[in-house]
T-cell receptor, first 115, second 113 residues
């Protein structure tokens, strides 16, 4: 069956360090992979999208890699800040015939950045 | 001020009652989605709609129903047939075409006792 795995345990890091979150998947061949941030009691907010033919994507302090051979994506936050504390969700993107896309989400990894 | 609104933020119902959750968007998006989120689980797709007057079942549609009479609106009804309705419900929308990000509403937390 199809499966998406993210670090189930919370990740605690010190301010200023680089946080690295992992997303592994099996039995999928997604064309795209997306990362979202979710704060408690709120809806997810889109961060980055990476295509299968892209190895790496950057946006400000964020970097995503996508290895379709390993079936893995890594999400990095450099120079982390307490405001980066949240749950980060990866989602595999499957295009739907007729438009739109179907996202299958991982369970998310909770990141806590400490002073 | 564009975005997606969901109402109410919190909703309480007695077991056996149907309840309808509202979702409205002014982003001019064709595609809309309903997800359910439970503690320790990822978002699970309930229903989605790619165009007005059309919708499809997602992964966990049993006990739910939707309608899409207007482009802006995609209400979700949680029926009494849904065995475990207490959850956090999220509505989202996206543009047509490939690889569009989804925009999420603030969510409705439904508690059924």
């Amino acid at each position: 069956s199809q499966k998406i795995e993210q670090n189930s345990e919370a990740l605690n890091i010190q301010e200023g360090k680089t946080a690295t979150l992992t997303c592994n998947y099996t039995n999928y061949s997604p064309a795209y992979l997306q990362w979202y941030r979710q704060d408690p009691g709120r809806g997810p907010v889109f961060l980055l999208l990476i295509r299968e033919n892209e190895k790496e994507k950057r946006k400000e302090r964020l970097k995503v890699t996508f290895d379709t051979t390993l079936k893995q994506s890594l999400f990095h936050i450099t120079a982390s800040q307490p405001a980066d504390s949240a749950t980060y969700l990866c989602a595999l993107d499957i295009d739907l015939t007729g438009g739109g896309n179907k996202l299958t989400f991982g369970t998310g990894t909770q990141l806590k950045v400490e002073l | 001020d564009g975005g997606i609104t969901q109402s109410p933020k919190y909703l309480f119902r007695k077991e056996g009652q149907n309840v309808t959750l509202s979702c409205e968007q002014n982003l001019n998006h064709d595609a809309m989605y309903w997800y359910r989120q439970d503690p320790g689980q990822g978002l699970r797709l309930i229903y989605y709609s790619q165009i007005v007057n059309d919708f499809q079942k997602g992964d966990i549609a049993e006990g739910y129903s939707v309608s899409r009479e207007k482009k802006e609106s995609f209400p979700l009804t949680v029926t009494s047939a849904q065995k475990n309705p207490t959850a956090f419900y999220l509505c989202a929308s996206s543009g047509q075409g490939r690889s569009y990000e989804q925009y999420f509403g603030p969510g409705t937390r439904l508690t059924v006792t």
